[in-house]
């Protein structure tokens, strides 16, 4: 089982950045892909990017490609997201979540363990 607590969230002007971390618990955090995925209220929850079980690939949601970038440090059990030259619709609840995968996926269903959420807010 994997626990995972998500931090970083916060409110920043249109243009600036912030970096998201994922703890997670456990000593078989490098067996699971990681992904972190965004949910606004009234609309389902999104793929946002994506990171292998090594980390030796990821995958972006067209809509943050560029901007975004995931990493994981498997030695400190914890994954990121630096988001960069943020957009009012960027705004959103971000969940970071893992699977017991070695490819990173954009399919929400392929990911067993999610956390509880951090709050990004940008304004305009």
């Known amino acids: 089982q994997v626990q995972l607590v998500e931090s970083g969230g916060g409110l920043v002007q249109a243009g600036g950045s912030l970096r998201l971390s994922c703890a997670a618990s456990g000593r078989t955090f490098s067996s699971y892909a990681l992904g972190w995925f965004r949910q606004d209220p009234g609309k389902e929850r999104e793929f946002v990017a994506a990171i292998s079980r090594s980390g030796a690939s990821t995958d972006y949601a067209n809509s943050v490609k560029g901007r975004f970038t995931i990493s994981r440090d498997n030695a400190k059990n914890t994954v990121y997201l630096q988001m960069n030259s943020l957009k009012p619709e960027d705004t959103a609840v971000y969940y970071c979540?893992?699977?017991?995968?070695?490819?990173?996926?954009?399919?929400?269903?392929?990911?067993?363990?999610w956390g509880q959420g951090t709050q990004v807010t940008v304004s305009s």
């Open positions: 979540a893992a699977g017991p995968r070695r490819l990173s996926s954009v399919v929400i269903g392929t990911y067993n363990y």
